[in-house]
């Protein structure tokens, strides 16, 4: 061996011991492609235990192991960094996932770069490939893009460097309406994030110094031509080495939408409200302070607003008894509301007014209030006193009416509830109406049997339908209803009937 090989062999020794301790991965391969030397870090991050286990040749490496790039194309033969770095190719930053032989799934994944060693003549002695170990920070650029991309909430992320945006996310593909090819690539001056914000050039110089960016409401231009209201907010990141802003959104269209249906919600029942031709009035829920009035209150209390805002019914004495005001407000904490609720509302000169009174919570302005709402029934509690004493002094002489008449004047004075009517006379049948006429008078069924020639039994026949047709129970309740409709004994041409039987 001459003195140049001797110093050359010297060189390479001292070369391995020089990188042999180095946390990058280095592979020495000669000229002839023969994996010379590769240090522990490259052996680790292929799994093997001896530079054997490369492949010893760089056709060796190829069976051995499987390269993809990370964009899921298999790398050919002849494309290795390997292969690369034996045609004299100077590269940096080529990564690349790498799997052994037989193992579908990506094991590594290696950013590689290359160097070629000359000798004295400049001729290529060592080719040199300096592997890093980039596993774990694609694995965390993978969790970020899938978290990134699954996050519901619109989300853009823009290069610092040029100010363009690499990456949108499907959140704020829905809420715009943009694709994602719209968007990558523009520049923040393209699409402006921040357009129409009280803070925009603040945000503007936070981008610039990559500082955090306070959120902000701003009107973001859609598609179409039109516009949304969000907030938008900034937050520096890095993505590998590149420095970045991740801006997120709030979409504030349905919060507009919403307060907009409110206050035209709001604004048709103050019109409602005010127009309204029965008195009204709305009050807090805790102390029942009147907040307003409508002016058919006004105009039946005789109070005026001045004199009723801000004050408790109790301080202004609008019900006939402090009981009847407790009575309702115990009604209302307890139930949430009622309906039709008969009370006597007091005016301010004192005037007794006979109300249907209803209450019901209601949110105005974002506080629970009471509304109440007063049907003035004087009129017609007066009507049907009048009415009910018109049918009393009717019902007192009966010659004059016919049957039917009186049972209808009977059912207007004792009206049944839920709307349905007491049976009349012409519901019974002749002889029910007869048997009847005796029952009146006050007489037993033999007696009755006895004068009608019929037997017993048949009589309390006829006696048992009365009662379920007129709804009566007792023998003195049927002789009321009897006589309440005129009945207090048979006809006489009906009793000579009989006799002649």
């Not at 010297?10 to 280095?26: K, M, P, T």
């Not at 002839?32 to 001896?50: F, K, P, R």
């Not at 969790?143 to 945006?165: K, Q, T, V």
């Not at 709305?282 to 907040?291: A, K, N, S, V, Y």
Request: proline fraction near 3%.
């Amino acid at each position: 061996m001459d003195a140049i090989s001797v110093g050359a062999a010297v060189e390479r020794r001292q070369l391995q011991q020089i990188i042999a301790g180095l946390d990058e991965g280095v592979i020495l391969i000669d000229p002839d492609q023969t994996i010379s030397w590769a240090n522990e870090a490259a052996l680790l991050m292929h799994g093997v235990s001896s530079v054997d286990d490369l492949g010893k040749t760089v056709d060796g490496y190829r069976d051995r192991f499987r390269l993809r790039y990370r964009n899921n194309h298999t790398v050919v033969d002849g494309a290795y960094p390997a292969d690369r770095v034996v045609a004299g190719e100077i590269f940096a930053d080529v990564i690349v996932e790498v799997s052994r032989a037989g193992v579908d799934e990506p094991e590594w994944v290696h950013r590689v770069r290359s160097l070629v060693l000359t000798d004295a003549e400049d001729a290529p002695d060592c080719l040199v490939l300096v592997i890093t170990d980039a596993t774990d920070e694609i694995q965390a650029v993978d969790r970020f893009e899938r978290a990134f991309n699954a996050n519901p909430a619109p989300a853009l992320i823009c290069r610092i460097s040029d100010l363009r945006y690499i990456r949108a996310n499907q959140g704020f593909l829905d809420m715009t309406g943009y694709s994602r090819e719209n968007i990558i690539g523009r520049s923040v001056y393209d699409l402006d994030v921040m357009e129409a914000a009280e803070k925009r050039d603040l945000g503007k110089q936070r981008l610039a110094d990559w500082a955090t960016v306070p959120q902000m409401e701003a009107c973001l231009q859609l598609p179409e031509g039109e516009s949304k209201l969000v907030i938008v907010a900034g937050q520096p990141i890095e993505i590998g080495d590149e420095k970045c802003m991740l801006f997120t959104f709030a979409d504030l269209e349905p919060r507009r939408k919403a307060e907009s249906a409110i206050r035209n919600s709001e604004e048709k029942f103050a019109k409602t409200f005010r127009l309204a031709p029965v008195p009204m009035k709305i009050t807090t829920l805790d102390g029942f302070r009147i907040l307003d009035v409508n002016d058919a209150f006004l105009k039946d209390t005789g109070w005026s607003v001045e004199e009723v805002i801000g004050r408790s019914p109790a301080e202004i004495e609008l019900w006939d008894t402090s009981e009847t005001r407790r009575k309702l407000e115990k009604e209302l904490v307890e139930t949430g509301g009622f309906r039709g609720y008969e009370a006597k509302l007091k005016s301010k000169d004192g005037t007794i007014h006979d109300c249907l009174v209803s209450a019901e919570t209601v949110v105005i302005g974002g506080e629970t209030c009471v509304l109440d709402v007063f049907q003035d029934i004087t009129r017609r509690k007066t009507s049907e006193t009048e009415l009910v004493n018109a049918i009393e002094a009717v019902m007192s002489d009966t010659k004059w009416f016919s049957r039917n008449v009186m049972d209808k004047l009977a059912n207007m004075r004792s009206p049944q509830p839920d709307g349905k009517t007491k049976a009349g006379l012409s519901d019974l049948t002749a002889k029910e109406r007869e048997v009847l006429s005796y029952v009146s008078l006050g007489l037993a069924d033999a007696e009755i049997a006895d004068r009608l020639c019929l037997a017993k039994s048949t009589i309390r026949n006829h006696v048992a339908r009365i009662y379920g047709k007129i709804d009566v129970h007792r023998r003195s309740e049927a002789i009321v209803w009897a006589r309440e409709r005129g009945i207090d004994g048979p006809d006489p041409e009906r009793q000579r009937g009989a006799k002649r039987r």
